[in-house]
């Protein structure tokens, strides 16, 4: 089963005064390296980081990793563009996808077991969405079966993969993700988190 991961890594983080939220750095490494490591650690390939706003200061992070490194251009249009971007790049690389795990930098939580365990609950169920559930909503980490891919190629704005999941509560499995409502968009969240 061919399954790509794409993580989001193009905002500004606007939020955050100088710092972009990609480049803090945790138990030794920056969020993004982490993100990516974690990715590396699945037999999910490719990996693809979109970047975007901070892009000369992230990619040097990423030096040597086998990862694909494509640029949003038009990430101040928001989140639909990064999708769209990162949907393209695993075209270029794996014609043949069943389905796409998407991955944010901003949920320390995350790790290698909730990836596989997605992918998992994806082969066992046959349920085309696959949601992290945290916080009383479902949301990213969420993998999509190809047949969603159109539908999250047709997004606008700043509406992401959270949009496409509200739409096909029918067809998504939930895997509870507590710790998935940890997200770091502000610098108190960064000192909540840290302190």
Known sequence: MNIG???LAAGASSRMGNQPKQLIEW???TLIRRAVDMALETPFRPVVVV????KNRISPELDGLPVTIIDNQHWQQGLSSSIK???AAVYLTQKNIDAVLFLLTDQPG????LLLQLAQVYRETGKGIVASGYAGSLGV???FDRKYISELLSLTGDTGAKWVIANHKDDCAEVPFESGKIDLDTDEDVERFFG
Do not use: F, H, M, Y
């Open 110 to 113: 995350v790790d290698r077991g």
């Open 85 to 87: 971007t990162g949907l």
């Open 141 to 143: 980490p969420a993998l």
């Open 27 to 29: 138990e030794g490494r």
């Open 51 to 54: 970047v975007g706003a901070n």
């Open 5 to 7: 991961i794409i993580i």
